[in-house]
């Protein structure tokens, strides 16, 4: 248990790191570190420096929370038995690439933007951008292939209802992080049944996540929007189909090692790490769609258009840079789309100059909180 973890965390904190450090190559061509700018400036040397700089630093960060992190552990082994303590002594190696990465991330902006003012690069007017023969395109699976949720849920219930005969009349709930059980619960319908409680929240995040890529923003270039119309539909479809795989995996995963660790077939901690190894596909799935695709198919966008890239002084066909703060929080009232892709990593962000974005956020909590609730009574 206590090697899974350790290897798993470890694993998390490679590719995030990497996926931070690779992410100014990953994004459209016309944006770097959050500023728009024109498709050829992308090889100004100044630009490349930026971009070589952020990487190196947030490598050397990555590697650096990693070797703290084993190093941690070699001088207090006795974490395993402390969840506040263990949770301390993963909160630095975790967070500090993505903090680092932030930080750097705004710092570079500010030096492309002075670039791009040195430079005069502008957008003079925006251009629209209609693609005939839309429906005819790649995109996200249809929201229908959720309800391949339903028998993962109802097997959950079928094998928690075989099983109860041979369920204890006490059933292990947590385990610490050595894989010692240090919580019980009689036994009830609430705490056999919990892993359900937890599928059908997890299936409500996932299911709003999916309909997100389906309602987002579609990105297109002027210059060739039906080369970058396919590429971002390829990109969206294959976000979607990682996130329900993604999805059905943990929940099967979730609800079988429970009800099998309640009848005593596996240990709690055995449940533990059947979670945590359904994860490593989902993590090597993201990191290459990531290095792949690209932000919104932008790496297969810049292999599928024609050669000859404009000019660095160029003219932009548009220019949003005032619409995002802080290079990752979009606000523009003007726009009607309530999701948009990333500007600085790989997926979608709210536009929270709409008023449904802030009602999606109390929706979020509202779920959340009643999730707690009924967490607390039915295993309270």
């Known amino acids: 248990m206590e090697l899974v973890f350790v290897l798993t965390l470890v694993a998390c904190i490679v590719a995030t790191g990497g996926l931070l450090a690779a992410t100014p ?38 590697a650096a929370s990693v070797a703290g992190f084993c190093a941690a552990l070699a001088v207090f082994p ?5 969840e506040l303590g263990l949770v301390a ?46 429906d005819d395109l790649p995109r996200a699976l249809p929201l229908a292939w959720n309800l391949l949720y339903v028998p993962v849920v109802l097997g959950t219930v079928a094998l928690g209802v075989a099983l109860w005969p041979s369920i204890p009349d006490m059933v292990p709930m947590h385990a610490d992080f050595a894989g010692n059980v240090n919580r019980w619960e009689p036994k009830s319908v609430g705490s056999v049944f919990f892993p359900v409680l937890v599928q059908l929240f997890m299936i409500a995040c996932l299911v709003f996540c999916h309909w997100s890529i389906l309602r987002s923003k579609r990105p297109a270039s002027p210059g060739a929007p039906v080369t970058s119309a396919l590429a971002y539909g390829l990109f969206a479809r294959a976000e979607s189909v990682l996130l329900l795989v993604s999805g059905l995996i943990i929940t099967v995963a979730l609800g079988v090692s429970f009800m099998l660790s309640a009848v005593g077939a596996i240990t709690l901690g055995g449940a533990a790490v059947v979670i945590v190894v359904a994860v490593a596909p989902i ?17 297969l966008f810049r292999r599928m258009e024609d050669a000859g890239a404009a000019g660095p002084g160029a003219v932009m066909p ?33 536009n929270l100059g709409r008023p449904g974005a802030w009602a999606v956020i109390a929706g979020f909590v509202a779920v959340t909180a009643l999730f707690l609730v009924l967490v607390f009574v039915a295993v309270g």
Not at 78 to 82: I, K, M, R, W, Y
Not at 106 to 127: D, I, M, N, T, Y
Not at 324 to 336: Q, S
Request: proline share 4%; charged share 20%; net charge positive.
């Open 25 to 62: 190559w990953l994004m459209r061509k016309d944006e770097c570190f959050a500023v728009t700018v024109p498709e050829g400036a992308r090889r100004d040397p100044r630009l490349v420096a930026f971009r070589r700089r952020y990487a190196a630093v947030v490598a050397a960060v990555t």
């Open 78 to 82: 006795g974490v395993f038995g402390s």
């Open 89 to 134: 002594l993963v909160t630095l190696p975790t967070f500090a690439p993505v903090a680092v990465s932030f930080a750097l991330m705004l710092h570079f902006r500010r030096r492309v933007q002075a670039v791009k003012r040195a430079e005069g690069w502008s957008a003079p007017r925006a251009q629209a951008v209609a693609v005939v023969a839309e």
């Open 283 to 299: 993590l090597v799935g993201s990191v290459a769609i990531s290095v792949v695709y690209g932000q919104a198919g932008s790496r």
């Open 318 to 350: 548009a220019d949003d840079d005032a619409h995002w703060k802080l290079g990752i929080f979009y606000v523009n009232r003007d726009d009607a789309s309530l999701f948009v892709p990333e500007r600085f990593g790989i997926g979608w962000t709210l």
